[in-house]
């Protein structure tokens, strides 16, 4: 499990490294939504990966037994954050693509 | 601060918020009545932060701890005023009151939302400055950022979009970067209350140590990517000079929140343990190529703007190399050059707008191929017209002499005592108390080269400005376009006359962080109000 999740992590992380730094907006967005599922899913494993454990605390249940809630929380606000900030650039994206004709991160065309 | 003053710790987040929420109700076309909603709030804001601010100078001072929701420290999320979150506070509500009043003139009105997004910025700062957890940090700066994002692109236009395209992706990858750091710590100390964090440190583990330090750079990154250091500062001058006048002066204080937190950080996390002064010589470094890059910067700027954005990171530098040097006499001087540098910057960013009113784009570069072809048809005047100056140029010169001044860091002005405070401490009057090494040569020399350089370079700008001017037209400024100005200008005049008094207020300020036990019990003996505590969920519900 742990394998499968850093292994996810990785391939996400170096896939979105590579497409922030290609000169194509969409390129930039598509790597940076990337990069967030990435880090999403680390914050969420920084709490311990657990199977089938509630983070809902008990009367009679240690509370090593249980997920932790932090992580759970942290990744929520993040993901509604990096969704906000996300849409927010699409804008400023199209925005760019109609005053500078181009999609090109420095609203410039290619040289021929 | 007992009774209703207690509450006054949540107000910098609570009006500004109000005022946003209340704002969006008006409509776009009651321009009056938005404008005098956000000015009221701006300039209660601006009381209140006096009133911290006095309390937190007054002879009584202690760490004001509010806890949000009544929860007891760890639990909950804590708001910390201290005697730096009230001076960064007050500087910051100041600064918000002037750059507002200048935006009234015109630039309100060139875009929807404009106070809407002034004062979600006001609140973001203000929670960063006042917060006292990291969790809790990060959204304050993604709301600050939001806000920024809009306040950048105010105005539209190509070279706003493509600057703000530019700041929007750094800023993102920086956000992402701030994730990784804070669940690294979160991962390896298991907490994010900073108090708690500051007291957890010293006791980790040696095998986990790494990773908390890992986290700890990472977390620095995200904020030395707002401050602008080097390598990481090249969006930093394009986008503040693309931003719209008031909209780059109210960022002037941007930068300095992400210095901020950094001095908070590594005071409070890194000061005493096994991992004391960790960063520090990163900083130093950093710093040193920053301040040598803006330095390179100013000098080769020709458009006032970029001569601005490599001024923010002249600042920056100088500051960041100061609190590498991680020193209490050096670091107060330092604080003091923060407040008189972010005035300084603030200013000048809305007096460039107000210079190059009168000019045609590109009259910069003309006047250029001017100086090295000559002028074929000089104009004679003619006889008794030689010395009128029309008022509006002799303020708006005064009001640019004394940037000049100020960036600089000559006399009369508070640059100079700031960076005298600095260099002083330096060469061995403060606690180092030995003589200065070649190493503390260099930074004195690089520190005293960077004035030289804004020097020669507002001179040139200066006196092509005010003295060569093609046209000659005066530009036509309002009169709450030039207060505000004059304003932050006579601040650093007062901060001048009273150097000793804000010398000491600097001194205590920087005391108090370096014993982070005072942080660290006020936080945790923080009590809940008697009477309100919510239920603690035995009955289960």
Redesign the interface.
């Known amino acids: 499990m742990e394998i499968i999740l850093s292994i996810a992590i990785g391939v996400m992380t170096s896939c979105g490294v590579w497409l922030i730094l290609r000169p194509r907006t969409y390129q930039v967005i598509i790597g940076l939504s990337l990069l967030s599922y990435a880090v999403n899913l680390f914050i969420f494993g920084v709490g311990g990966v657990k199977t089938n454990v509630p983070p809902i605390l008990t009367d009679g249940v240690s509370t090593s037994s249980l997920a932790d809630p932090v992580p759970q929380a942290l990744v929520l606000t993040a993901i509604v954050i990096g969704f906000a900030t996300t849409a927010l650039f699409l804008v400023v994206l199209l925005a760019s693509r109609g005053l500078t004709g181009t999609d090109h991160v420095d609203g410039r065309s290619d040289p021929k | 601060m007992n009774g209703w003053t207690h509450h006054l710790i949540i107000a910098p987040i609570l009006i500004p918020l109000l005022a946003a929420a209340l704002l969006l109700f008006i409509d776009e076309r009651q321009r009056v009545a938005k404008a005098m909603v956000s000015l009221a709030a701006a300039i209660i804001l601006c009381f209140v932060s006096i009133v911290l601010f006095e309390i937190e100078s007054g002879p009584n001072a202690f760490e004001g701890v509010y806890l949000l929701g009544n929860w007891s420290a760890p639990f909950g999320i804590v708001l910390v005023l201290d005697g730096l979150s009230a001076l960064m506070l007050l500087l910051t509500s100041v600064i918000g009151v002037a750059a507002l009043v200048y935006s009234l003139a015109r630039w309100h009105a060139v875009g929807a939302h404009f106070h809407t997004m002034f004062q979600l910025l006001l609140m973001g700062v203000n929670g960063a400055f006042l917060t006292g957890d990291l969790?809790n940090l990060f959204?304050f700066f993604?709301v600050m950022?939001?806000a920024s994002?809009?306040l950048l692109?105010h105005g539209?236009?190509?070279l706003r979009?493509?600057a703000?395209?530019?700041y929007?992706?750094v800023n993102?990858?920086a956000?992402?970067l701030f994730?990784?750091g804070?669940?690294?710590i979160?991962?390896t100390a298991g907490t994010?209350n900073m108090a708690d964090l500051a007291a957890r440190i010293p006791q980790i583990e040696p095998d986990r140590r790494m990773l908390m330090e890992a986290g700890a750079g990472v977390l620095g990154i995200a904020f030395l990517i707002k401050a602008g250091m080097w390598p990481l500062c090249f969006w930093l001058p394009t986008a503040y000079s693309a931003a719209s006048a008031p909209v780059a002066g109210v960022f002037a204080i941007l930068s300095k929140l992400g210095i901020y937190v950094i001095l908070r950080l590594t005071m409070l996390l890194f000061s005493d343990g096994p991992s004391a002064g960790f960063g520090s010589t990163f900083l130093l470094y950093g710093g040193i190529a920053t301040l040598i890059f803006g330095t390179i910067g100013v000098l080769a700027s020709q458009a006032l703007g970029r001569l601005a954005g490599f001024s923010v990171l002249v600042s920056s530098g100088t500051l960041l190399m100061v609190l590498g040097i991680s020193d209490g006499a050096v670091s107060s001087g330092a604080l003091l050059y923060l407040v008189s540098s972010t005035l300084t910057i603030s200013a000048f960013f809305m007096l460039i707008e107000l210079v190059e009113r009168g000019q045609d784009a590109g009259a910069n570069v003309l006047a250029v191929t001017m100086e090295a072809y000559g002028d074929a048809d000089e104009y004679e005047p003619e006889e008794g017209d030689g010395v009128t100056m029309p008022g509006t140029m002799a303020i708006l010169g005064t009001c640019f002499a004394a940037c000049a001044i100020l960036l600089s860091g000559l006399p009369p002005l508070s640059g100079f005592i700031a960076k005298f405070a600095m260099l002083s401490a330096m060469m061995g009057t403060g606690a180092i108390g030995v003589p200065p090494t070649a190493a503390i040569w260099t930074l004195v020399i690089l520190v005293i080269l960077s004035g030289v350089a804004a020097l020669i370079s507002m001179t040139r700008a200066g006196i092509r400005t005010f003295w060569t001017s093609i046209e000659g037209t005066v530009p036509r400024v309002l009169v709450i376009e030039i207060v505000p100005v004059m304003f932050l200008l006579a601040l650093t005049l007062a901060l001048t006359v009273q150097a000793g008094p804000a010398m000491q207020y600097m001194d205590t300020t920087i005391r108090t962080l370096a014993n982070p036990k005072l942080y660290i019990d006020a936080v945790r003996n923080a009590a809940v109000i008697p009477g309100v505590e919510f239920d603690t969920g035995k009955e289960g519900h």
């Open positions: 969790f959204v993604e950022l939001a994002y809009g692109l539209s236009g190509p979009v493509k703000g395209m530019h929007i992706a993102l990858a956000a992402l994730l990784i804070v669940s690294l979160y991962g994010l």
